[in-house]
Structures are given as structure tokens and as C-alpha cells.
């Protein structure tokens, strides 16, 4: 399970990497996957794209603001993802890419 920060369809360097990275590992016989948060709105909270399955947290799940409780908030709903997604596919790795409030609680 790759733990994200955003994914495709919103358009940066870091989710275009992030989605070769999951496609050349399917290719390759991983059954790897994504969580990420989502900042648009109209997106589902699971899709397949290219063939990698991906999973948003949903809106409400990132909080808006900045600072401590903020972060937390954020640190505690992907780690309620990753547990789930783990528990649902038996993931043997998390895989964290940054920020470092996805990689706390992965």
C-alpha cells in the first residue's frame, strides 16, 4: 500500500511518479496500491487507473487550516485508511512517500 499525499487525477510531479511507480510494480506481479487524500471534490473514493487501484480519503478526512490539531487530524485519518486498507488485502509493506504526516502513521 503506497500511503499519499494526492494522487491522479490531480495533475503534479509527485502523482505522475507516484503512479508509474505503482503501474511498473503491478507490472511486476506487486499487488500495489493507493491511499490518498483528495482535494477535489467530484473524485470517488475508489478507482482504478491504468490498472492501480486507488482509494481516496474523502474531504472531510483532511482538515482544513494549518498548525497541530490540523496535522494530527490528517496523521490520524491515514492511519485509519492504512489500517484498513492492510486489514482488507493483507499489504505486507507501506510504502510512505512524503510528507512526513503520511509517513508517522505508516
Known sequence: ?????????????????????????????????????????????AATLDGVPYRRLPLRARPGGTGALSALARMLAMARGLDDEVGRH???????????LNGLPA
Request: proline share 5%.
Open 1 to 45: 500500500v503506497h500511503a499519499l499525499d494526492h494522487s491522479l487525477p490531480e495533475l503534479s510531479g509527485y502523482a505522475v511518479r507516484s503512479h508509474a511507480l505503482l503501474r511498473a510494480q503491478r507490472a511486476a506481479g506487486i499487488d500495489a496500491r493507493a491511499l490518498a487524500f483528495s482535494t477535489q471534490a467530484r473524485q470517488p473514493e
Open 90 to 100: 493483507g499489504a505486507e509493506d507501506v510504502h510512505a512517500l512524503s510528507p512526513s
